[in-house]
């Protein structure tokens, strides 16, 4: 407790009278200190907050409508994910950098500079943004999950058969899912080369992140009848990507990104697989990301 003469001119001491109209006087001067207190001299307290994007993919049906009317088969692109190379702009050519995958073929000389080798065998990218308010955030966790089912989004997360990248091998779990979360340079925000790469977890294998173990579930034999194993579907299947206690404190003003990144290639490229052409209609996604913001008294 610091000394009373920090509080208030009123002094309570042998000698000293103490009535009402001093007390009244020298509560009222601590109560205006308190309030006067910097933040940086009190506990900072923070309040956890969830920040969810989602949307549902396109069906089956509804991709083959697009395919119809819009005249382009198989929909080689599809909103909300735009392909990292970005063709329409020689200043801001790349969405995302530091994510090109080994088994990706290189970008030639263009008309903006670059163009992909293979027309549509590199990567997109499904990217939120939102910017930090006047007080400072922490981020704290990610937790994505990609729900597969056994009708419309299906995948094992397996290479395929067909040519998949090397150093793996068909049959084995995909390597390729990626996500950032960045910082925009606060002169050129829009400028992506000028970006700060805060998190990029990169180059785990699904398996890694399965929602329960591959395989369906024997039956529970000491039941009478039995009961079947819990996971005989592809929801099995589903991911769950999460990453705790990250603790990285992000300065007022400043616009975040976060992205998921998958390749994608052209029907019939030496590409990875499963994912094709379509990536996103594989997986149901949604993607959460905790907050830390700092509790203050109205």
């Not at 009402?20 to 506990?43: C, F, H, T, V, Y």
């Not at 039956?219 to 005989?232: K, L």
Request: net charge negative; aromatic share 10%; no cysteine.
């Amino acid at each position: 407790m610091p000394s009373l003469r920090y509080i208030t001119n009123e002094q309570f001491a042998d000698g000293t009278t103490i009535d009402g109209s001093r007390l009244e006087k020298a509560l009222q001067d601590l109560d205006d200190w308190i309030n006067d207190l910097p933040n940086g001299q009190m506990r900072n307290r923070w309040l956890q907050s969830q920040m969810v994007f989602k949307y549902l993919p396109p069906t089956g049906d509804s991709d083959a409508f697009l395919a119809t009317t819009t005249g382009i088969a198989g929909n080689i692109r599809h909103f909300p994910w735009l392909p990292i190379f970005n063709k329409e702009s020689a200043v801001n050519p790349m969405r995302i950098k530091g994510s090109k995958l080994d088994w990706n073929d290189g970008y030639t000389a263009g008309a903006y500079g670059a163009v992909p080798a293979v027309e549509y065998n590199d990567q997109v990218v499904w990217s939120m943004s939102f910017a930090v308010g006047d007080d400072p955030i922490i981020i704290n966790g990610i937790d994505a999950l990609f729900l597969t089912d056994n009708l419309e989004y299906v995948s094992d997360w397996l290479y395929d058969s067909g040519s998949p990248p090397e150093p793996t091998l068909a049959g084995q779990y995909v390597r390729d899912i990626q996500f950032q979360i960045t910082a925009d340079n606060p002169f050129l925000p829009d400028e992506q080369g000028k970006n700060a790469i805060l998190i990029h977890r990169y180059n785990f294998r699904a398996d890694n992140s399965l929602l329960s173990p591959q395989g369906p579930g024997t039956a529970f034999t000491d039941m009478t009848p039995p009961i079947a194993g819990m996971f005989t579907h592809s929801p099995q299947a589903s991911l769950s990507v999460n990453e705790f206690d990250i603790g990285l404190p992000i300065p007022p003003l400043t616009r975040i990104r976060l992205s998921v990144i998958v390749p994608i290639g052209a029907a019939g490229a030496a590409v990875a697989k499963p994912w094709y052409d379509k990536p996103w209609s594989k997986f149901n996604p949604t993607v959460t990301l905790t907050i830390l913001e700092q509790l203050k008294d109205g």
